[in-house]
C-alpha cells in the first residue's frame, strides 16, 4: 500500500509542535532515570539457576511499568478508533455566529475525531449492533470546540439523570457479565419496555443504522439542541449533522455476525487502510438554523433529545468540509487519552435548556478525572489546545508544565495583575444573555411526552428493505430476551408505532399479537430519514477476485483495471499467497487465500473463465461459499465464459433464474454473467455499474 502524507498547514504544525513525538529507533537503551541498560532478557539472579535479586531495580522497573501499562477503559464508548484531519468553512457563517472558525473560509483548523460504540468493552467486535459516537475535537485558535455527537439524531432518554440507569440496563448483566457488546438481553429490553421516551431511539437503533459499513459511510448528529451566537449577541438554535460525501451504507444483519470473527477490527481497519491510501473520508458539516421567534412552531420540544429536526421542515445548510488525512501514530497516546467534552466550546457556540446535555456538560470532565487520573489531562498532548493555556490553575497529579514564579491567584500586584480577565477587545467566552425564571422542580415537561409521532414518522419513512430489517432486528432482539413478559410489553408498545409492525414481531417470538393493531393517519414523512436515496458509487469498495491456475488474465486485467479506474480495489483470493499462472503462462499474486479472507469482506466478488480454473474451484468448498454469502448479501456477483457454471451450481441463485442461460447474457438483480469474449465491454460496463450502486436489496426475496 502507498502511503500518502497529508499536507500539513500551519496549524496542524502548530498542534504538532504541541506534542511530543519521541523517536524510539536508535541509540542504546536506558531505565526510566537514564541509565544504561546492557541486558533486557534476563533479571538478576544468586547464580545462574539462584532466585531472582529483589535489588533487580532494571527489572523492577521493567515490571512495575507493564503492570500499570493499561487505564480504566470508558464507561461507554470504550472501543473507539481516532484519526487526525481539518475542518474547513465554505464561506463565512458571521452573520450567525462569532465563532472564528466558523468566520473564516482561508482558514484550516485541525480535528481529531474518535469513533466508537457504546456498549461493548475496549476489545469488543467492530460490527455489533449498536450506536456509534462520533466525536471531533476541533483546534481553534479560539480554544478547543468538541462537537461530541453520535450517528443517529435522537438519544434514548430525555434526562441525564436517567443515564446510569440506562447504561446499567444496557451494559452485561451484573452476575455473569453477558452478553458483550450486545443490546440482545432482559435487563436492555427490560428498561425500553418500562420507558416510553426510548422508543424513538430504539427504532433507529433496530434499524440498518446500528450496523454502519464503514465509519466514513456514517452521519454524524451533535444531537442536542445548540445556540449560535453572532457579534451583536443575536442568537439562533441549531442543530449540527456531519454528511458523509460517500453517502450513508450498512452492513447486513448476516455480514455483521461473520465479519465480528473474521476481522473484529473491520470498521477500524477500513478507516485506517483508508486513510493510509489516501483515500481521504470527508463530510460536510451541516446546521439546521431556527429562528428563536419560531421555538414553540413546532408538534415537538425542541429541547427535547428525543427528537429530531425534519430535514423537509428546517433543511440542513452545508457550510464546510471536515477531511480526515493521517492516522494516529500511537493508538495509546492520542486515541485512548483523548478526552471529549461537550463543555468545550469557544465563543459563537453555546448550550441550550435540553437537560441531557445539561447533565452531560457535568459528565465528562468527572469521568476523566478517573479515567485519566487527574485534573491536569488537558495537558496530555492529544488534548492540548492550539492555543496558550495562561490561568492560575497549579499542581495536582501528572503536572507536566513547569509553571514559573510565585503568583497564582488574581488579583495580584506582584505580577502586575497578570494573568488577567480578558478587557475588552481580547478574545473571551461569553454566553447568549437569556431571561431565566420558573419554580424549582423535578418534573418533565408536558411538551417532551409525545413519545411516539416521530417513531411513526421514522418507521413510515424507511424504505420496505429496511423496514424489513427493522423486523428482523427486533426478533432477533426480543428472541434473546429469556422474560415472556418483557418480550410482550416490547411487542404492545410497538403497537404504538404501528400494528403490523408489532404484529410481525409478536408471531415470531411466540408473543400475543395486539388485539388492536394500531393505523397511524396523515403520517408524516420524512425521505432524509431513509438511506435508500443515499449518494452510491464504487470509491473505496473491494472486489474479490477467485483465480486458480488456468485463468483467462485479459478478463482479469479488464476488470481489474475498470474497478480500479471507479476508485474501487481489487484482491486475488486463492489457494496460496503465490502467483497464480494464466492459461497464457502470465501470473498474478494472490495476496488472499481462502484461510486468511472471506467473502463478507468484499463488496463484489468475480471469476473469470478458464477451463483449469473452473474445475478446480468446482471442487473447492470454498467456491460455494463465496457465491452464496455474495448472493445473500445482495453484492454484485459476477462471473464469465465457463465460471458462469459455477455460479449455476449455487442453489439459491438457480431458484432464482439469475445465472444466465446457454446462449447469452443475463445481467440482473445484480448477478452478472457473460458467455463470450464480444460480450466482454458489455459485461465490464454492468460490472462497474453494478459496484456503483453496492446492494440489490430485491434479492432479499429470492
Ligand atoms: Fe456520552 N459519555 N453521555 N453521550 N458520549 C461519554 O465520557 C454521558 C450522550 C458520547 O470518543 C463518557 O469521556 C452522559 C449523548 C460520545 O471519547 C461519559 C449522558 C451523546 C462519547 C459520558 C451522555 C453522547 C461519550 C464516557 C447523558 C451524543 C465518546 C467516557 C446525559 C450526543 C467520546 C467519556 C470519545 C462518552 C456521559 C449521553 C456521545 C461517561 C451522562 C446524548 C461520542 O462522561
Known amino acids: 500500500m502507498k502511503r500518502i502524507n497529508s499536507k500539513a498547514t500551519d496549524n496542524e504544525k502548530l498542534r504538532q509542535l504541541s506534542a511530543e513525538y519521541v523517536n524510539h529507533s536508535g541509540g542504546a537503551m536506558t531505565t526510566d532515570q537514564g541509565i544504561g541498560i546492557a541486558n533486557t532478557d534476563d533479571s538478576l539472579k544468586a547464580g545462574e539457576r539462584g532466585p531472582t535479586l529483589l535489588q533487580d531495580f532494571i527489572f523492577r522497573e521493567k515490571i512495575m511499568h507493564f503492570d500499570h501499562e493499561r487505564i480504566p477503559e ?75 455527537g453520535n450517528n443517529m439524531p435522537v438519544f434514548f432518554i430525555q434526562d441525564a439523570m436517567k443515564f446510569p440507569d440506562l447504561v446499567h440496563a444496557l ?97 477500524r481497519r477500513d478507516l485506517w487502510e483508508n486513510i493510509f491510501c489516501g483515500n481521504f473520508p470527508e463530510w460536510e458539516l451541516g446546521v439546521q438554523i431556527l429562528d428563536p421567534k419560531d421555538e414553540f412552531n413546532f408538534d415537538f420540544d425542541i429541547l427535547d433529545p428525543t427528537k429530531l429536526w425534519p430535514e423537509e421542515l428546517v433543511p440542513v445548510k452545508k457550510i464546510g468540509k471536515m477531511t480526515l488525512d493521517h492516522n494516529v501514530t500511537n493508538y495509546f497516546a492520542e486515541t485512548e487519552q483523548v478526552a471529549f467534552c461537550p463543555a468545550n466550546i469557544v465563543p459563537g457556540i453555546d448550550f441550550s435548556n435540553d437537560p441531557l446535555l445539561q447533565g452531560r456538560l457535568f459528565s465528562y470532565p468527572d469521568t476523566q478525572l478517573s479515567r485519566l487520573g487527574g485534573p491536569n489531562f488537558h495537558e496530555i498532548p492529544i488534548n492540548r489546545p492550539i492555543v496558550k493555556v495562561n490561568n492560575n490553575q497549579r499542581d495536582g497529579i501528572h503536572r507536566m508544565s513547569i509553571d514559573q514564579g510565585t503568583v497564582s491567584y488574581f488579583p495580584n500586584a506582584l505580577n502586575k495583575g497578570e494573568p488577567h480577565p480578558a478587557s475588552l477587545g481580547e478574545p473571551a467566552y461569553a454566553h447568549f444573555i437569556e431571561k431565566l ?15 411516539y409521532s416521530q417513531p411513526i414518522m421514522f418507521w413510515h419513512s424507511l424504505a420496505p428493505y429496511e423496514q424489513k430489517h427493522v423486523i428482523n432486528a427486533f426478533r432477533f432482539e426480543l428472541g434473546k430476551v429469556k422474560n415472556t413478559d418483557i418480550r410482550q410489553a416490547v411487542v404492545n408498545m410497538l403497537n404504538n408505532i404501528d400494528g403490523d409492525l408489532a404484529t410481525q414481531v409478536a408471531t415470531c417470538i411466540g408473543a400475543t399479537p395486539p388485539a388492536m393493531p394500531f393505523k397511524a393517519k396523515n403520517v408524516k414523512i420524512s425521505p432524509a430519514l431513509s438511506q435508500a436515496g443515499t449518494v452510491s458509487s464504487a470509491k473505496t469498495r473491494k472486489v474479490g477476485i477467485l483465480l486458480e491456475c488456468g485463468f483467462d488474465k485479459r478478463e482479469v486485467d479488464a476488470i481489474a483495471n475498470a474497478a480500479i479506474t471507479a476508485g474501487a480495489t481489487v484482491e486475488i483470493i486463492s489457494g496460496a499467497q503465490a502467483p497464480v499462472t494464466a492459461k497464457d503462462n502470465r501470473t498474478v499474486n494472490a495476496s488472499q487465500t481462502y484461510a486468511t479472507t472471506s467473502p463478507v469482506i468484499y463488496d463484489a466478488i468475480y471469476i473469470p473463465s478458464g477451463s483449469r480454473h473452473v474445475e478446480t474451484l468446482m471442487l473447492n468448498p470454498h467456491t460455494l461459499d463465496y457465491i452464496n454469502n455474495t448472493f445473500k448479501h445482495c453484492k454484485p456477483l459476477a462471473a464469465s465464459g465457463d465460471a458462469v457454471e459455477l455460479l449455476r451450481s449455487a442453489p439459491a441463485l438457480k431458484n432464482a433464474s439469475l445465472c444466465g442461460n446457454k446462449s447469452g447474457m443475463v445481467n440482473d438483480k445484480g448477478v452478472i454473467t457473460s458467455k463470450g469474449r464480444n460480450e466482454f465491454s458489455a459485461f465490464t460496463n454492468e460490472f462497474i455499474a453494478a459496484l456503483n450502486k453496492g446492494r440489490f436489496f430485491e434479492r432479499e426475496d429470492c
Do not use: C
Open 74 to 148: 470508558r464507561i461507554v464508548h470504550a472501543r473507539g478508533f481516532g484519526a487526525h484531519g481539518h475542518f474547513q468553512v465554505y464561506e463565512s457563517q458571521s452573520a450567525i455566529t462569532r465563532a472564528h472558525f466558523l468566520s473564516d473560509p482561508d482558514l484550516v483548523t485541525p480535528v481529531f475525531v474518535r469513533f466508537s460504540t457504546v456498549a461493548g468493552f475496549r476489545g469488543s467486535p467492530d460490527t455489533v449492533r449498536d450506536v456509534r459516537g462520533f466525536a471531533v475535537k476541533f483546534y481553534t485558535q479560539e480554544g478547543n470546540y468538541d462537537l461530541v
Open 171 to 267: 451494559k452485561p448483566e451484573p452476575h455473569n457479565e453477558i452478553p458483550q457488546a450486545a443490546s440482545a438481553h432482559d435487563t436492555f429490553w427490560d428498561f425500553i419496555a418500562n420507558n416510553p421516551e426510548t422508543a424513538h431511539n430504539m427504532m433507529w437503533l433496530m434499524s440498518d443504522r446500528a450496523i454502519p459499513k464503514s465509519y466514513r459511510m456514517m452521519e454524524g448528529f451533535g444531537i442536542h439542541t445548540y445556540r449560535l451566537i453572532n457579534a451583536k449577541g443575536q442568537s439562533k438554535f441549531v442543530k449540527f449533522h456531519w454528511k458523509p460525501l460517500l453517502g450513508v451504507h450498512s452492513l447486513l444483519w448476516d455480514e455483521t455476525q461473520k465479519i465480528a470473527g473474521v476481522d473484529p477490527d473491520f470498521n
Open 437 to 451: 425564571g420558573g419554580e424549582t422542580v423535578r418534573k418533565r415537561a408536558d411538551s417532551f411526552k409525545d413519545f
